[in-house]
């Protein structure tokens, strides 16, 4: 019975140890690294759907590629970036039924060509964010949903309950995916 309490007293310091080691390990390793965001919009509906943009009531030029699928676009930081040249760029886009709109923001300086980005930086290390706020910078605040013989709709961009989030840890993104049904 003696030796049985002994091994718990040393069991209970050798798990506490453990544990503080490998939080400290594992936030060390990441105490660098960027958290990125990613910003899309699938259209899932059976027609096409037209998109106007707006930031602080003015129209915004958003810069988009249209995939051929409905489910969100992977990217990691090393396939994030497009010639901007690549990108759309209008005020207002129309996202075919079945596909996804993937959201780009320009880059400036130190390129040779202009270039778009499809990842935000939104902080560095263990920190999570549940949202970072950063879709002002993306598609503004506000949007218009056109959809042919239906009256216009206003969708909240800040509305972050019609926004599909989740985190991928093995790339440090959070992506934030619209779905338009």
Known sequence: MKMHLSLRWLYVPFL????????????????????????????????DVMLSFFEKGEPK????????????????Q?????????????????????QTAIFYIPEYGGYETPIANSLQRCGFGS???SFCGTQNRFIGDSVI???????????????YSQWETWYDEKNFIYYHFWRIE
Do not use: H
């Not at 503080?20 to 059976?46: H, K, V, W």
């Not at 042919?148 to 909240?156: D, F, G, K, R």
């Open 127 to 129: 920190r999570y964010f």
């Open 78 to 98: 090393e396939t994030s970036k497009r010639e901007a040249t690549l990108v759309r760029s209008s005020g207002s886009i129309t996202i075919p039924s079945g």
């Open 61 to 76: 030029t958003v810069y988009t590629e249209i995939y051929n699928q409905s489910s969100p676009v992977y990217v990691t």
């Open 145 to 159: 949903l056109f959809i042919s013989n239906e009256p216009a709709t206003y969708l909240p961009i800040a509305d």
């Open 16 to 47: 506490a140890g453990m544990t503080i080691c490998l939080t400290a390990c594992l936030t060390e390793n990441r105490a660098d690294l960027p958290i990125m965001e990613s910003f899309q919009m699938g259209n899932t509906s059976s027609q």
